[in-house]
């Protein structure tokens, strides 16, 4: 055997020793086992992009036009975004039931505060409990954040946010309606919560949540979630000991002195 063609025993960067051997004279063989033996450890991008794009696809895939200012000191944006759900998973990490239902209660409660269309990210508070994916949908689609007193957390707050509009004092209660949610899936939640499971059951609950939450976005919103109006609500911020004025919103009225409301 020629001693060139040998490519057995190779170790990459990622500290992978990979095995293979040649007789095809191709001295780029060996380079091409390195790099696929790198490959088959690294993590693989997209792994759950059939998830996302699967949803996107879906009849009431929710987005939502936001307005926000143009710098960290205003003023207003004259021009909006789009956000939608694609958005929210690369912010919160995974694509998740929580967040497919939190953006879809969002979007039924938004409507009522924003008739209009627009949702404007410098005037929104936002209440939901403290799971992370009901929180991350709120602060990113609201604009809402605990450190300026315009996100709070309830812990009795179940599939239901409170969302509030400071310069109308409006403020509405979105809930999941009753029964919607899998009993499978919230007896399998609490057994993983608890540490005592096996892989079959955690892919298991996956698959049935990411079910779930397809289901969520293929009827009209109104059809899972009720909305009600809290008049007389009063909106006071969770104690933070940096609470502080949000300084990019401070100006925005800046050459539109015509839009001036209450803020928070
Ligand atoms: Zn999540």
Not at 70 to 99: A, N, Q
Request: with cysteine.
């Amino acid at each position: 055997m020629n001693p060139i063609f040998e490519t057995s025993g190779q170790i990459c960067q990622c500290g992978r020793v990979t095995k293979g051997r040649s007789r095809t004279g191709c001295v780029l063989l060996p380079l091409m086992l390195l790099l696929a033996g790198c490959a088959s450890v690294q993590p693989k991008p997209g792994g759950t992009e059939a998830v996302v794009e699967q949803w996107l696809a879906a009849p009431y895939a929710p987005t939502f036009t936001v307005r926000d200012t143009e710098s960290s000191l205003g003023p207003y944006d004259p021009h909006t975004k789009s956000i939608t759900l694609r958005d929210l998973v690369k912010f919160h990490g995974h694509p998740c039931d929580g967040l497919v239902t939190a953006a879809c209660a969002l979007k039924v409660g938004l409507q009522e505060l924003y008739p209009e269309g627009v949702v404007d990210r410098t005037d929104t508070g936002g209440i939901s409990n403290n799971s992370p994916c009901f929180g991350d949908a709120v602060a990113f689609v609201t604009g809402a954040r605990i450190r300026f007193g315009t996100q709070k957390i309830d812990p009795s707050l179940g599939n239901e946010f409170i969302l509030y509009r400071f310069s109308t004092g409006k403020a509405v209660k979105v809930a999941l309606k009753p029964g919607l949610f899998p009993a499978e899936v919230a007896a399998l939640e609490a057994k993983i919560r608890a540490g005592q499971f096996n892989e079959g059951e955690m892919r298991r609950c996956q698959r049935l949540q990411w079910e779930f939450a397809r289901g969520l976005l293929e009827r009209p919103w109104a059809d899972s979630f009720s909305v009600t109006p809290l008049n007389g609500f009063v909106w006071k911020p969770d104690g933070y000991e940096h609470l502080g004025p949000r300084g990019d919103v401070i100006n925005k009225h800046f050459g539109r002195p015509q839009e001036r409301r209450p803020s928070p």
